[in-house]
């Protein structure tokens, strides 16, 4: 077996590399660390962009057997905001100086829904002669549709494949046509072919998932040569199927780890990517998503979803940040990345520069 530092000094991995990564502990982790924060500070230096996250609406017409906002779940109130809440929210966003937004929801395709979002991108664009950049995160859709909301304005869009491997994909989803593997991968490549800088991600520490599925994931990212990834530990919540394997899981702290992980490997596989350091992180660990962007993630999601609605958009239970308000928010991300060595760029759109040296697309 190779040593880690004969690993580190490669610069393709194969698929035994990576899970020898995933697989490593003490010093060899510390050094893997470090790394990828060297390899991000070098290609990326220590700024962080900010997505104002507006959970637009938790009506969702699938049933993902890990996701509290599932539509078999009875448990909680229905919401979607109204058109002027959400132009306040990315007004918001605008003033704070986040730069982008992130408008994110539960699935649906129907028209009344696909028209709203479009007329919505197009509101948003408005503010200040377009000067917010728009990430989309509203599941599967048509390639027409995908087309409309790109025309509109919005120019990222977030899919997570949630499970690169076929079988492990319909063992967190219900296996009907309505969760078809081979439409999420349709729908990754439809995005990537129409121009979005596209996204996608997996949750770390599922059941029945194994160091060989985070290696493939890993190795999907590299494949599809997307422009950003988010992943983060998957939380078990109580009112969803998953729950009944909590036990055979790794604990949150594993979790958390694997989840750095994944993290520190993939700025080292991909070093231009923008990589999230997502909510689930600091939902696990308070510490959670500065460690995320001490080991290579450089992209925060503040939400800035009103507070009375926050807490239906529970896709799993304790969810970091449920209760503050933005201004609090953005005063307490200055000084916890002051603290470890980052700073946020302000009014900027952010954009992968991976992204950008294959388009050309402004920063
Ligand atoms: N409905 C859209 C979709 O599925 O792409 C966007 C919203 S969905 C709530 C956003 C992400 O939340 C999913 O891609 C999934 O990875 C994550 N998520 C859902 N349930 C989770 C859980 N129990 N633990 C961790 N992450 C979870
Ligand atoms: Fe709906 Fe997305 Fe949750 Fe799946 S992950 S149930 S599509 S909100």
Redesign the pocket.
């Known amino acids: 077996m190779l040593s880690l530092d004969e690993i580190l000094n490669k610069t393709i991995f194969t698929k035994e590399d990576l899970k020898n990564l995933l697989a490593s502990e003490g010093d060899d982790k510390k050094r893997l660390f470090e790394r990828a924060l060297q390899v991000k500070l070098e290609h990326l230096d220590n700024y962080v962009h900010l997505r104002g996250l507006i959970e637009y609406s938790n009506i969702?017409t699938?049933s993902?057997l890990?996701?509290?906002?599932r539509s078999k779940n009875p448990n909680f109130t229905r919401y979607q905001l109204s058109d002027e809440e959400v132009i306040e929210c990315a007004k918001l966003a605008h003033d704070l100086g986040y730069g982008s937004v992130a408008l994110?929801?539960?699935?649906r395709s129907d028209k009344a829904f696909t028209d709203k979002i479009t007329h919505l991108v197009k509101e948003i664009k408005k503010i200040d002669n377009g000067s917010l950049g728009i990430t989309l995160?509203?599941?599967?859709q048509t390639e027409d549709v995908y087309k409309e909301w790109f025309e509109a304005g919005a120019h990222r869009y977030?899919?997570?494949i949630?499970a690169s491997n076929e079988e492990l994909y319909y063992k967190i989803h219900p296996h009907d046509a309505k969760h078809d593997f081979k439409t999420r991968l349709n729908c990754i490549d439809t995005l990537l072919k129409l121009g979005y800088q596209t996204g996608t991600?997996?949750?770390v520490g599922l059941p029945f998932q194994t160091y060989d599925d985070l290696a493939d994931d890993l190795l999907f990212f590299r494949q599809k040569d997307v422009a950003m990834v988010?992943m983060?530990?998957?939380?078990?919540?109580p009112d969803?199927p998953?729950w009944q394997y909590r036990d055979q899981i790794p604990s949150a702290e594993e979790r958390m780890e694997l989840t750095l992980k994944m993290i520190a490997i993939l700025r080292l596989m991909m070093p231009e990517i923008n990589m999230v350091a997502?909510t689930?992180n600091q939902t696990v660990d308070p510490m959670g998503r500065e460690k995320a962007i001490a080991v290579g993630a450089n992209v925060i999601m503040p939400n800035l979803t009103p507070n009375e609605f926050r807490e239906n958009?529970l896709?799993?239970p304790d969810k970091a940040c449920v209760k503050d308000k933005p201004d609090q928010c953005q005063t307490c991300l200055d000084v916890r990345l002051a603290a470890i060595g980052h700073r946020v760029l302000y009014n900027e759109w952010g954009d992968s520069l991976a992204f950008r040296k294959k388009s050309g697309v402004r920063s």
């Open positions: 969702c699938k993902c890990y996701c509290g906002v994110q929801s539960g699935e995160s509203l599941g599967e977030l899919l997570r949630e991600g997996v949750m988010g983060g530990p998957f939380i078990p919540h969803t998953l997502a689930a958009y896709i799993y």
